[in-house]
T-cell receptor
Framework: EAGVAQSPRYKIIEKRQSVAFWCNPISGHATLYWYQQILGQGPKLLIQFQNNGVVDDSQLPKDRFSAERLKGVDSTLKIQPAKLEDSAVYLC?????????????FGSGTRLTVV | AQSVTQPDIHITVSEGASLELRCNYSYGATPYLFWYVQSPGQGLQLLLKYFSGDTLVQGIKGFEAEFKRSQSSFNLRKPSVHWSDAAEYFCAVGARAAGNKLTFGGGTRVLVKP
């Protein structure tokens, strides 16, 4: 099966600019996650979708970050305006909604550098 | 709230030697536990997972992990390390009550000496 697709792979922007990342999950996976991985740290959940509804966005900096999954399939994460501390790898993951399966599959990520 | 601690930031091991990576978690109920590996520039690959049952879990690439409830630990082991095992390893805890989200530890970087 095809994996989780993310684009772009790399992005360099200046602070205060805006940027958007795209994720296409594995077909049939109802749950989609965006994680932020700062260099030298483990991934941290930003937002979790179940179909097109938000399950958890408690750690999403809502003053600058937004995410949507309008049709319950692919998703977009946006940062506006970007800060230097947003430099990180943004990982998208998807899974079936069955906890015993826990078919969590991660994409390769988008590496963002804010200068 | 759930949390994960990986006490070792870096570990250097000789090729062919055994490897053990430590992971301690904090969660009130029975957690789901995972080990992921991340090679440079790559995404996260699942090595193994524990949900219930046998506390010794076998994974891919010759890795295994043991769940010890009394110690709140889920240590990863490999009897004989290959140079290709050089990577960063992340322990993670999840729980259905927490919406299946994963909480990751800070990672352990493994260097393999020839």
């Amino acid at each position: 099966e095809a994996g989780v697709a993310q684009s772009p792979r790399y992005k360099i922007i200046e602070k205060r600019q805006s940027v958007a990342f795209w994720c296409n999950p594995i077909s049939g996976h109802a749950t989609l996650y965006w994680y932020q991985q700062i260099l030298g740290q483990g991934p941290k959940l930003l937002i979790q979708f179940q179909n097109n509804g938000v399950v958890d966005d408690s750690q999403l900096p809502k003053d600058r970050f937004s995410a949507e999954r309008l049709k319950g399939v692919d998703s977009t994460l946006k940062i506006q305006p970007a800060k230097l501390e947003d430099s990180a790898v943004y990982l998208c993951a998807s899974s079936l909604a069955l906890p015993t399966n826990y078919g969590y599959t991660f994409g390769s990520g988008t590496r963002l550098t804010v200068v | 709230a759930q949390s994960v601690t990986q006490p070792d930031i870096h570990i250097t091991v000789s090729e062919g030697a055994s490897l053990e990576l430590r992971c301690n978690y904090s969660y009130g109920a029975t957690p789901y536990l995972f080990w992921y590996v991340q090679s440079p520039g790559q995404g996260l690959q699942l090595l193994l997972k524990y949900f219930s049952g046998d506390t010794l879990v076998q994974g891919i690439k010759g890795f295994e992990a043991e769940f010890k409830r009394s110690q709140s630990s889920f240590n990863l082991r490999k009897p004989s390390v290959h140079w290709s095992d050089a990577a960063e390893y992340f322990c993670a805890v999840g729980a259905r009550a927490a919406g299946n989200k994963l909480t990751f530890g800070g990672g352990t970087r493994v260097l393999v000496k020839p």
